[in-house]
């Protein structure tokens, strides 16, 4: 991690010395000779004596004059989720040096590689400078009136002739909240809900496992927090190279409280040489070991009776469950010796608060939803949720993607995860003061009924993991009018989903493609498209205003730094001009101002704090987000809270929920179902949102409440019957009632506080320490998914067919408008002895120096320049066996067809059979070189195979998540 301006030589890794040593050089490359073999120097830089004059710049550092005052201007690191601060410092609106940021209470002055190296986003010459459109297999520049024109024509072509449900719409978690809410609204004046974004890929298990569980789908405490952890498990995540700044924070845990630091994973990684110890586990037996960690725990009375009984629902299921997963059974499933398990469970039974992390080794798996379900229940088990050291502490992978994820960009919910249900619309059309029968007219094809054109509207779309299936599809399979004919693509990486031959068949039956970037992806640089394709240049969160929940779900405000170069523009204002094309720019902006096209985020987030009242995000209002940036010394760097000053009592970023308007100055929610504090100091319960009873068992708290709730027992969440039936709603103003009548018509003791615009019912709730969503149990149980009680299922490729038919995948089912196939797949990878012509298993994970799809960051010559090279990481006996050297080149070949070439790293970080693929990289295709179908001069520096080559099929049966961490390759010597 940077802390300070350093002229010291960074350390090479040991295959990035290597490979710089095959490249050429003994002593390895140097910066200018590897920026010259990359094509920087002499193609990429080359491409720009095309350019006019004024877009040519030199690349190195920006002048300091010191008869220019400087400004300093505070935003948000672009890449991970952490929340890192970053401090411009600009001169003549150019932005000329980099701190980072000292007073913040998450970061406190550190970076890291990624976050140490963000100036050069906003500089670098292969961004994507002005629109282009794709004629002949050639890319050539447009104008932007032009590409506006051009595209919302074949939009509308495709709208007319197929529906809307024909075009996909796949926004970003680089959004900001502001960008991501007016992305979803978009969509619905569209007429669509096939509108996605990268959560789909990386936490929409996590979101459906633990809001299937106490309430809300989000991380329960913060990282700062963690600092309280007597003891820390870490199962499928990295965070020394995926989250490195929050590794300060779980240091110091280790350090101070002489915590356990146990860790859980395939791969002997960064995170794990820190641990006290180390489990290795067999990809995708998340659950045995878990259950296995459980049964110790229950076998020697180690479990929280008294929270079990006060605030979980269905502990006994679970133990019956748990009971079948002997030591014997666990370890002839998963590996782990029931020994080892036992000291697992003993040191986090025996230090507590302990807190459980976990990331996208977890969450990538086609039982996603139920290893999140499972890791839950394990803390609940413990007592170890809503209290401060505990909790869920779930590492998010890109710096928004909480908040989009919050905002709605989503094919299941509007904004604020409500639904798609006829309520959810209405309330959202009186949020947009539209007419709700306008926007149900909007969904649909010619001639549908208004019926059928509602039973769309409230229709799950189809998801990024799958939206090239709905490409591909003919009109029987697809259970909407008609296939997808059109993609627009916002801010996401084209090589991060499987089965990417499959995509790119998706993508050559596409009418339009549209890409809209600050860097060309993986999208734009296909070779089986000719004609009929777009790149709209956008520019980075540094060049815009807006505010961005960071995993802890603190909201930040990044201020602008710069004015967006070249000629690209911000998310807002592309989505306003293209609205304007399609006719419905009035409707979008009704209550929003707009100047020179772009719609301002600071009235964007006015109607979130007004319209998003079920996940409390409604007291962050632009005032006091940016007060919280510039005061942000005065929040203690542990509790998250104000000590001092104007904001004295607050937490930082007021985390979610943060109740009322606002003028209520809530502090914010630092611990999630946190009892020990009134709700107006951030305490909270369980929700409850599955009723009351169940199966003759009360499902609400039982002797559990907030400090300061009159009501000292579980409770429903508040409607306008339970205010009537406590003899509360005479503590209505007549302002409020007026809006509660108008909502409810006939039905007013229907009105629900969460469809409350007047936040009259919630008023009154919180006025007597209630939660307005209720007082209820956890669901240890939860009936309504596939698998109420977690259970183990076997990859859908799995090494171990004698495991399937004990073990076997979900079955067969339709869902997000396409059939799902796990069973059947498996079934016939079984019958077709893949295992034993495919013996390894692939897992897959990220690098310190990239993030996500990489083209970003592969784009960036300063953490380019520290890794070359795609990679398998591949075990020292494997490697004997096949005969392959420590950077040879391999063939990485999967079961559906797909292979890619890379480097051997020799290592034992993994296990005996097993493979591990970093997933950054692009730019290749089965060996072969595509730099020359990347727009010239825009092409990454760094090019590699896409690990998803040769990923497989395998989906969550709730959230349609890839299985990635799970499936079988073949490796050969090239």
Known sequence: MLIKRTTATAARSGLVARMASQAGGGKGVTRRSFLQQSGLAAGGLAGLGALPGRFVRRAEAAPIRADIPKELRKNICTHCSVGCTVVAEVQNGVWVQQEPGWESPISQGTHCAKGASVRELVKGERRVKYPLKLVNGEWTRISWDQAIEEIGDKLLEIRNTYGPDSVFWLGSAKFSNESAYLMRKFAAFWGTNNIDHQARICHSTTVAGVANTWGYGAMTNSFNDIQNAQSLLIIGANPAEAHPVAMQHMLRAKEHNRAPWIVIDPRFTRTAAHATQYVRIRPGT????????????????????????????????????????????????????????????????????????????????????????????????????????????????????????????????????????????????????????????????????????????????????????????????????????????????????????????????????????????????????????????????????????????????????????????????ILYRLADKLGFADDLCRHIQVVDNEPLAEDILREINRGCISTGYTGQSPERLKLHMRYQHTFDKISMRATEGPLAGDYYGLPWPCWGHPEWQHPGSPTLYDTSKHVMEGGSTFRARFGIERDGETLLAEGSYSLGSEIEDGYPEFTMAVLRTLGWDAELTPEELAVIEAIGGDNVDDVSWAADLSFGIMRVAISHGCLPYGNAKARAVAWNLPDPVPVHREPVYTPRPDLAADYPAIEDMRDFRLPLLNRSVQQAAIDARVSEDFPFVYTSGRLVEYEGGGEETRSNSWLAELQQTMFAEINVQDAARLGIADGDQVWIVGPEGGRS??????????????????????????GESLRRFYPAGADPIVLGEPANVVTTYGYDPMTLMQETKATLVRVEKA
Request: net charge negative; proline share 5%.
């Open 286 to 573: 998340d659950i045995p070991v878990v259950w296995g960690i459980l049964w110790h725990i229950f076998e020697n009375g180690w479990e929280d009776r008294e929270f079990i009984a006060q605030r979980v629902y269905g502990m006994e299921a679970i133990r019956a469950e748990v009971a079948r997963w002997t030591p014997e059974e666990v370890e002839r499933i998963s590996g782990v010796p029931g020994a080892q398990l036992f000291e697992v469970a003993r040191a986090i039974a025996h230090n507590k608060p302990g807190t459980l992390i976990w990331c996208m080794g977890a969450t990538q798996k086609s039982v996603g939803t139920a290893n999140v379900r499972a890791f839950s229940i394990l803390q609940l088990a413990l007592g170890n949720i809503g209290v401060e050291g505990g909790g869920a502490n779930i590492y998010r992978g890109h710096c928004n993607v909480q908040g989009a994820t919050d905002m709605g960009l989503d094919v299941s919910t509007l904004p604020s995860y409500y639904g798609l249900d006829e309520g959810a619309w209405r309330h959202f059309a009186r949020v947009w003061d539209v007419d709700y029968d306008d926007l149900v007219a909007r969904f649909g094809t010619e001639g549908m009924s208004p019926d059928e054109r509602r039973a769309l509207m409230e229709a799950k779309g189809i998801p990024t993991t799958r939206w090239f299936d709905g490409a591909a599809a003919d009109r029987e399979t697809v259970d909407q009018p008609n296939p997808i004919r059109g993609m627009f693509v916002m801010g996401h990486g084209g090589n991060t989903v499987t089965r990417m031959p499959d995509m790119l068949e998706g993508l050559a039956n596409l009418d339009l493609l549209v890409v809209v970037d600050a860097h060309p992806t993986t999208f734009a640089a296909v070779q089986q498209r000719r004609d009929n394709s777009y790149i709209l240049p956008a520019c980075t969160q540094f060049e815009q205003d807006g505010s961005r929940a960071c995993s802890n779900r603190s909201l930040q405000w990044g201020q602008k730094v710069v004015e967006p170069i070249f000629e690209s523009k911000n998310d807002r204002e």
């Open 901 to 926: 070439r890379m480097a051997a790293l020799v290592t034992e970080r993994v296990g005996p059979g097993v493979v591990f693929l970093p997933f950054h990289f692009s730019g290749y295709w089965e």
